[in-house]
């Protein structure tokens, strides 16, 4: 009878477990999937490292948060190598991860209910491979784009054909398999653990192929062809429900507070007057090339609203006030310098010109749906792709002409064809049409609507 009773409490849909890999660019787009599959009717579990756990107070009452213990250490955490923390994480999360799903499938038995499915970022092959066993389905999300993950499938080729390691005398060169990618523009780590990436990314293409789906936070219209060999090659159904940050609001999962007052500092300016600055939660630059952005952002005479984070400036905690005399001078009134915004409601201001970005995904698919065209200064890992696309591809943002560090005159070139002449008038329309078809592909009938839909049918057939 108690059981019948919690049976007729459950929600219809049963409950899914979801679990991102700690970084902010990460977390973001799986927690807003976790509000859509509640919102269509699913119980949320939300699995977390105490590495950047969220905070369950600015989520709905009936999610449930689960912590699993990652032993992260604290230089690991910190520290650039990407690669050391994933394997770290994915060896020390995947036994607790399967008892907790194990304790996951008894509780919901006992209350009637079902556990559908994990969802867990693509990186986490271990802890999937973990939850499989148990027999619970799989489902794997990939937060960057696909033509990101296309390369992932595609790096046993790129070493075995020898555009990596990356040889200066071969950068320029179309990368034929990857196309419109040079090979300067391939993620990849520094050569001396290039071969320890690789693999990483072999475990991971493996997950992906044992799951049940693969999820990815793009849209048809902008990577139809990478989206579609994907499917060829797993032979598993790619859901491509993007961009997700359209679809539903902020879910308030900020490593640092913002500063809202730059909004008001925004109402103040002209409109399609501001450069937005920013380059995400994880690039760094030295404080040369930090000085040669801030001249070069000065003598555009251009309003700029510049996220500094903390961590920014490598080895360097910055005070705004401390900067040169002359440089403040030259801000002061036009530029003003926050250490982190709320980035979406800054780009949909109309104040808002263009975005100089690091093009990481969130930022590119944000600016995107506001129809923002980008000034792309890529860093590192999937960035150099992505802007790429941007310029080459879809011809929505102009490149910031680096060699390899940045000059202020290189900000002003960049300007100067975004804001003057032919160009910037072109590229300015472009992704004003390209923002109209992200809105057509979430709209009914629209094929992100549709792969919602089918993402939804399925995890309900599981
Ligand atoms: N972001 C933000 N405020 C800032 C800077 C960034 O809210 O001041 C958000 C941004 O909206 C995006 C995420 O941080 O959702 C950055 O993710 P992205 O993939 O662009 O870059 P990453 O941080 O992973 O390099």
Not at 50 to 69: E, I, Q, T, W
Not at 334 to 359: D, M
Not at 377 to 388: I, L, T, V
Request: with cysteine; hydrophobic share 45%; glycine share 6%.
């Amino acid at each position: 009878v108690q059981s019948m009773m919690a049976a007729s409490t459950a929600p219809p849909c049963g409950r899914v477990a979801l679990f991102p890999l700690p970084y902010h660019g990460h977390i973001t787009p799986m927690l807003r999937l976790a509000a859509i599959l509640h919102s269509r009717g699913f119980s949320i579990t939300v699995l977390h490292t105490d590495l950047h756990a969220p905070d369950p107070a600015v989520h709905p009452p009936d999610y449930r948060f689960v912590s699993v213990p990652d032993d992260t250490p604290p230089e690991l955490a910190a520290s650039e190598d990407v690669v050391a923390l994933v394997e770290s994480l994915n060896e020390s999360c995947a036994a607790p991860f399967g008892d907790r799903v194990r304790e996951m499938v008894v509780r919901e038995e006992e209350e009637g209910g079902v556990l559908r499915c994990v969802i867990a970022d693509v990186m986490w092959y271990a802890p999937a491979a973990a939850a499989r066993e148990l027999g619970v389905p799989v489902v794997a999300m990939m937060t960057s784009s696909a033509s990101s993950f296309r390369t992932f499938m595609e790096y046993p080729a790129l070493l075995e054909r020898g555009f990596l390691p990356m040889n200066e005398t071969k950068e320029e060169d179309i990368v034929d398999i990857l196309a419109p990618f040079r090979v300067k523009d391939l993620q990849r780590i520094d050569t001396s653990n290039l071969f320890g990436f690789a693999n990483m990314l072999e475990s991971v293409v493996a997950g992906a192929r044992l799951s049940s789906g693969l999820i990815l936070n793009t849209f048809d219209f902008i990577e139809a062809d990478n989206i579609c060999w994907i499917h060829d090659e797993l032979s598993i159904t790619v859901f491509s429900v993007g961009p997700l940050n359209k679809l539903t609001p902020f879910v308030g999962n900020n490593f640092l507070p913002e500063d809202r007052d730059c909004l008001k500092w925004l109402d103040k300016q002209a409109p399609c007057s501001v450069l937005y600055v920013s380059f995400g939660s994880v690039a760094t630059m030295d404080s040369h090339e930090f000085l040669e952005m801030a001249w070069g952002l000065a003598d555009t005479k251009q309003p700029f609203l510049w996220v500094v984070r903390p961590s920014l400036i490598r080895g360097v905690s910055l005070n705004p006030d401390e900067l040169p005399g002359a440089l403040l001078e030259e801000i002061n009134g036009r530029g003003k310098i926050i250490p982190w915004a709320p980035q979406e409601e800054v780009l949909c201001h109309p104040s808002i010109y263009a975005f100089v970005t690091h093009n990481g995904w969130n930022s590119m698919i944000e600016s995107i749906s506001e129809g923002v065209p980008m000034i792309c200064k890529p860093c590192f890992g999937d960035q150099k792709g992505n802007a790429r696309y941007v310029c080459d591809v879809w011809g929505v943002g102009v490149e910031l002409e680096v060699g390899s560090v940045v000059q202020r005159a290189m900000i002003q070139a960049a300007v100067d064809k975004l804001v003057n002449g032919k160009e910037g008038k072109e590229v300015k329309q472009r992704m004003q049409d390209l923002k109209i078809e992200a809105e057509k592909c979430i709209s009914k009938g629209g094929s992100s609507e549709a792969s919602l839909c089918k993402l939804v049918d399925s995890v309900i057939s599981f």
